[in-house]
C-alpha cells in the first residue's frame, strides 16, 4: 500500500518522536563540541571560553538538518520515527529530496525558535498540517501496527 493513503500522524506522537530524536541531537552537539574543545585546546594551548549563542545555534542546526536528511533520505524513517511506527512521505509519493529536507529542517527550525507555533499549527489545520508540512509539501503518516 501506498505511504499517500496512510492516515496523517497526531501531533501528539509526532511530538513524542521529536523528543526521542532531540536526546540524540543533543547527544550528537555535545560530541561534536567537545571534538572543537579539542581541537582549539591543540591550537592555541588553552581551553576556549564558551561559545558564542550564533556559533551553538549554526552548529545545533547543521547537526539536526544532517541527522534528519540523512534519515529521512535513507529510509523516511529517524530512530524516533521507528520508536512511534511513523514516515515521511511526499504528496506526490516521490522519493524524499535534498530540497524537502532543507525546507522541512529550516522551517522546523524556525517554528521551535519562535516556541513551536509551527507546530501546534497542526491543531488548527484541517489536514493536521504543521509549517514545515507545507514548506515541504511533505507529510508525516502513522503506519499502524498491523499494517506495517
Same mark, same amino acid.
Given at each position: 500500500?501506498?505511504? $499517500?493513503?496512510?492516515?496523517?500522524?497526531?501531533?501528539?506522537?509526532?511530538?513524542?518522536?521529536?523528543?526521542?530524536?532531540? #536526546?540524540?541531537? @543533543?547527544? #550528537?552537539?555535545?560530541?561534536?563540541? !567537545?571534538?572543537?574543545?579539542?581541537?582549539?585546546?591543540?591550537?592555541?594551548?588553552?581551553?576556549?571560553?564558551?561559545?558564542?549563542?550564533?556559533?551553538?545555534?549554526?552548529?545545533? +542546526?547543521? @547537526?539536526? +538538518?544532517?541527522?534528519? *536528511?540523512?534519515?529521512?533520505?535513507?529510509?523516511? $524513517?529517524?530512530?524516533? !520515527?521507528?520508536?512511534?511506527? #511513523?514516515?515521511?512521505?511526499?504528496?506526490?509519493?516521490?522519493?524524499?529530496?535534498? *530540497?524537502?529536507?532543507?525546507?522541512?529542517?529550516?522551517?522546523?527550525?524556525? &517554528?521551535?525558535?519562535? +516556541?513551536?507555533?509551527? +507546530?501546534?499549527?497542526?491543531?488548527?489545520?484541517? $489536514? $493536521?498540517?504543521?509549517?514545515?508540512?507545507?514548506? &515541504?509539501?511533505?507529510?508525516?503518516?502513522?503506519?499502524?501496527?498491523?499494517? *506495517?
Amino acid at each position: 500500500m501506498s505511504l $499517500q493513503n496512510y492516515p496523517t500522524a497526531p501531533l501528539l506522537r509526532r511530538l513524542a518522536a521529536l523528543a526521542y530524536d532531540g #536526546l540524540i541531537v @543533543i547527544a #550528537l552537539y555535545i560530541m561534536v563540541g !567537545m571534538v572543537l574543545v579539542a581541537i582549539i585546546k591543540t591550537i592555541s594551548g588553552e581551553f576556549p571560553g564558551g561559545f558564542p549563542a550564533s556559533v551553538n545555534l549554526s552548529l545545533m +542546526f547543521t @547537526i539536526c +538538518f544532517l541527522y534528519y *536528511s540523512h534519515s529521512w533520505r535513507k529510509g523516511g $524513517q529517524t530512530i524516533g !520515527m521507528k520508536a512511534w511506527r #511513523l514516515r515521511i512521505t511526499t504528496l506526490d509519493g516521490s522519493h524524499i529530496r535534498l *530540497s524537502h529536507c532543507m525546507l522541512r529542517t529550516g522551517m522546523g527550525f524556525f &517554528s521551535l525558535v519562535i +516556541f513551536g507555533v509551527g +507546530f501546534f499549527w497542526a491543531w488548527l489545520d484541517k $489536514q $493536521q498540517r504543521t509549517w514545515h508540512d507545507m514548506a &515541504s509539501l511533505t507529510r508525516i503518516v502513522y503506519v499502524p501496527k498491523d499494517m *506495517s
